[in-house]
Every structure is written in C-alpha cells, then in structure tokens.
C-alpha cells in the first residue's frame, strides 16, 4: 500500500489560491486519491476524488500528473474558513480495500 | 453526499465498562463501514473495515477482542469497546460506502474518554 507524505503545515491570506501537495510514490495501478477537509471533533468531509489528470469541482481542483506519483489539491481564494486540516487518502478497492491515509496538512488562513 | 449519523457524539465511562458505538447510514445502502480511531493531531487510523452480514476485517494490532463490531444490517454498524481502559480514550470516527465505492462518508464522530 503506498505511503503518503504531506507537508504538516501551510499558512496563506484570504484570497489567495493554496495548493497542498501529497507524494505517494508507491501508488498501485488501481488506487485511487482522495482529498478530505477536517475541523476540529469533526468526521472528514469530503472534497475532492481522482484517478489521473486532472478532476475540477465546485470548491477544488485535484491534478495528478501521469506517473500519478503525486498528486495536488488547489483551493482557490481561501478564505478564513478554509482552515482545517486537509487529508490526502491513497485506496484502492479490490474484493477488500486498502486505505492509507497521510498524516495531514493544517492549513492556516490569515485575514 | 449522503449522511452518516453516530451516537452518542461523546461518553464518558468508568476503566473496565463497556462502551457501544452506534454508525447509521441515513440515506444510503452502506455495505461496507470503516471505523477509524484518532488520537488528538494525529490522522485518522484505520482499526477495521465490516461488510454487512460479515465479520470484520481487522487492521494490524487491533485487539478483535477488545473492538467488538457488528454490521448487522445496511444502516447499521455498531463498535463495542469491552473493558475500557484510560489510553482507549479517543474520538472514534465511522464511515460507510457502497458495493466498491471509492468515496467513504464519514460520520461525525465521537469522544470516548474513560476514566
């Protein structure tokens, strides 16, 4: 199962666009990735979910380049609350999953 | 996206009781729930995967014993910790999906802390 590594933290403005990198460079085939927001005592929400390319939203991007060895979350004009702590989940489903989640990104956005 | 419910949203018990969980799928055929526990700033750790009418899948160092689960039905799982202990305070958070899905809907948790 691949190993997922981000960065622990980022700080950004209200307004600017934040972008939240995940390496799992070990990906399988058939995993997917998947990108959770999560607040305080809260369940995971989700955001985002791709396979390659690139998946756009109505609150995210997710691109994921053809060796699919990484993959970035982009949140576009962040505002204050856009501050949570954002997950980045590699699985794959195949008669059982196989889940890995990365140990979080806290996102912090100033006024 | 749909909703999963939990209850109670926190407990507080006495070291050696037992405490039961309960995972609801309010719109959706959840066949296969996940109970994850997290300690606080840390990620979500997944303890097992239950597929509905079946035993649970344990991750590696999860006691089977001490997390009792039950998928008895498509709304319904339930977490049974046996003979809580102070270090299993924790907030324990589930999620479901259907047949293969990819995207999990998590419930909104809940605190366990034992005294």
């Known amino acids: 199962l691949a190993k997922t590594t981000q960065p622990i933290s980022m700080d950004s403005y209200e307004g600017q666009e934040v972008n939240i990198t995940c390496s799992h460079n070990n990906i399988a085939t058939n995993d997917y990735i998947t990108w959770y927001q999560q607040f305080p005592s809260q369940g995971p929400r989700f955001i985002i979910q791709?396979?390659?390319t690139k998946v756009t939203n109505e609150v995210a991007s997710l691109f994921i380049p053809a060796d699919r060895k990484s993959s970035t979350l982009s949140l576009p004009r962040v505002s204050l609350s856009d501050t949570a702590v954002y997950y980045c989940l590699v699985g794959r489903y195949s008669g059982d999953y196989k889940l890995s989640f990365g140990a979080g990104t806290t996102v912090t956005v100033r006024a | 996206g749909a909703v999963v419910s939990q209850h109670p949203s926190w407990v507080i018990c006495k070291s050696g009781t037992s405490v039961k969980i309960e995972c609801r799928s309010l719109d959706f055929q959840a066949t296969t729930m996940f109970w994850y526990r997290q300690f606080p700033k840390q990620s979500l750790m997944l303890m097992a995967t239950?597929?509905?009418?079946?035993?649970?899948?344990?991750e590696q160092g999860v006691e089977k014993d001490k997390f009792l689960i039950n998928h008895a039905s498509l709304t319904l799982s339930t977490l049974t910790v046996t003979s809580a202990h102070p270090e299993d305070s924790s907030f324990y958070i589930c999620?479901?999906?259907?047949?293969?899905?990819?995207?999990?809907?998590f419930g909104p948790g809940t605190r366990l802390t034992v005294t």
């Open positions: 791709g396979y390659k």
């Open positions: 239950s597929n509905e009418g079946s035993k649970a899948t344990y």
């Open positions: 999620s479901a999906a259907g047949t293969g899905g990819y995207e999990q809907y």
